[in-house]
């Protein structure tokens, strides 16, 4: 069965330094997502992210956040200067379009030191 | 504004037994609904969905769920647990087909054998 493979699946940072987060979407998916899970909340929603544009993002996606598809097969989330409150669990979504269920990845674990 | 209410932290029950996980909603417009379950140190795996049509939908591992419009419920339910169904269940929806899920708190599901 396609999956959603998301790296690394455990990254360690500093605080300030810059990530990024990297996932490869079902292949023939064109809507792609970014949610994260603070430990012990709830799934929230990050952005959304369609023909190459961002088609919607939440209060959380601020100027520190940034969506980028640089090729045919990956999908990444940058977050510029990380701060200690961004540590949480980065799921990576894909979908075929709106009215299909959404294809997670494995995620990875964002620990902000 | 969207919104999710899953009232029961965890549910415990045996094996063998029926098991009901619920879900409440709010939303304005046709809501799509979906359950995912997630196991430890996995990502978000779905497990079926209610976009149109019959009320009683049917998913993976023998699980269904029955959307009630008046009582804006959405509830997951098995006949017959298994102590293998011991995960984190989210319900989540979105309003038509725009893109944003919202999830909500998780309810962990405990099969004893």
């Known amino acids: 069965e396609p999956e959603v493979t998301q790296t690394p699946s455990h990254q360690v940072t500093q605080m300030g330094q810059e990530v990024i987060l990297r996932c490869v979407p079902i292949?023939?998916?064109?809507?792609f997502y970014w949610y994260r899970q603070i430990l012990g909340q709830k799934v929230e929603f990050l952005v959304s992210f369609y023909n190459n544009e961002i088609s919607e993002k939440s209060e959380i996606f601020d100027d520190q956040f940034s969506v980028e598809r640089p090729d045919g097969s990956n999908f990444t989330l940058k977050i510029r200067s990380t701060k200690l409150e961004d540590s949480a669990m980065y799921f990576c979504a894909s979908s075929e379009g709106p009215d299909y269920g959404y294809t997670f990845g494995s995620g990875t674990r964002l620990t902000v030191v | 504004a969207q919104s999710v209410a899953q009232p029961e932290d965890q549910v415990n029950v045996a094996e063998g037994n029926p098991l009901t996980v619920k879900c409440t909603y709010s939303?304005?417009?046709?809501?799509?609904l979906f359950w995912y379950v997630q196991y430890p140190n996995r990502g978000l795996q779905f497990l079926l969905k209610?976009?149109?049509?019959?009320?009683l939908v049917k998913g993976s591992y023998g699980f269904e769920a029955e959307f009630n419009k008046s009582q804006t419920s959405f509830h997951l339910k098995k006949p017959s647990a298994l102590v293998s169904d011991s995960a984190l269940y989210f319900c989540?929806?979105?309003?038509?087909?725009?893109?944003?899920?919202?999830f909500g708190q998780g309810t962990t599901l405990q099969v004893k054998p």
């Open positions: 989540a929806v979105k309003r038509g087909n725009t893109g944003k899920l919202i």
């Open positions: 292949s023939n998916h064109l809507y």
């Open positions: 209610y976009i149109t049509g019959d009320n």
């Open positions: 939303v304005s417009g046709n809501p799509y």
